[in-house]
């Protein structure tokens, strides 16, 4: 099982960045802002916020360009198995920040009612408001708020990391290369 989590994480997220033909610091803005988008409580909207803000950047800064296949793929980091936890734990981020340490919420009971929540009928953006109203009405204004740490941690974190990764792996290939 853990064979198979690692080979699906290498094959959705690392490939990606291997088959990269961008420059390093444009394939980790992509990791970042697939990363950033991945880290808010939008059901089912993460690839279209990076396609959108892909349409953006390049009108509106053509000069900071990022590699939109990395960027759609990271944001499978919140896919239907890590969703619960990783939305409890902006609900909870959220509560702290806000300074409401008496709501405690249990595990179990959050993922029961989130389940019961994304069980909507319709499909597109009917649903996706939707299931945003609900959640606005179950957990209100901290789960949107304990998502921004988040967001800006693992954004930042990804970049650096995808950058390195990067920039190690053109060193090694330009080694190998110089080498015959």
Do not use: H
């Amino acid at each position: 099982m853990l064979f198979k989590l690692l080979r699906l994480f290498r094959y959705k997220l690392i490939i990606p960045i291997l088959r990269s033909k961008s420059p390093p610091v444009e394939t980790a803005r992509g990791v970042l802002v697939g990363l950033v988008s991945a880290m808010n409580p939008f059901v089912g909207i993460q690839m279209v916020l990076v396609a959108s803000f892909w349409a953006c950047q390049r009108f509106l800064f053509p000069k900071w360009k990022f590699n939109i296949v990395p960027a759609l793929a990271w944001t499978w980091v919140t896919n239907v198995f890590t969703v619960p936890f990783v939305y409890y734990v902006f609900l909870i981020t959220g509560r702290l920040m806000l300074g409401k340490w008496d709501q405690s919420l249990g595990f179990s009971e959050f993922s029961l009612n989130l389940e019961e929540t994304l069980i909507v009928s319709g499909g597109g953006l009917t649903a996706i408001w939707d299931i945003t109203l609900t959640m606005i009405e179950l957990w209100g204004l901290p789960l949107f708020i304990g998502c921004i740490p988040w967001a800006l941690v693992t954004g930042w974190v990804g970049y650096n990391w995808a950058l390195k990764f990067q920039q190690n792996r053109q060193s090694k290939l330009r080694k190998i290369v110089n080498y015959k």
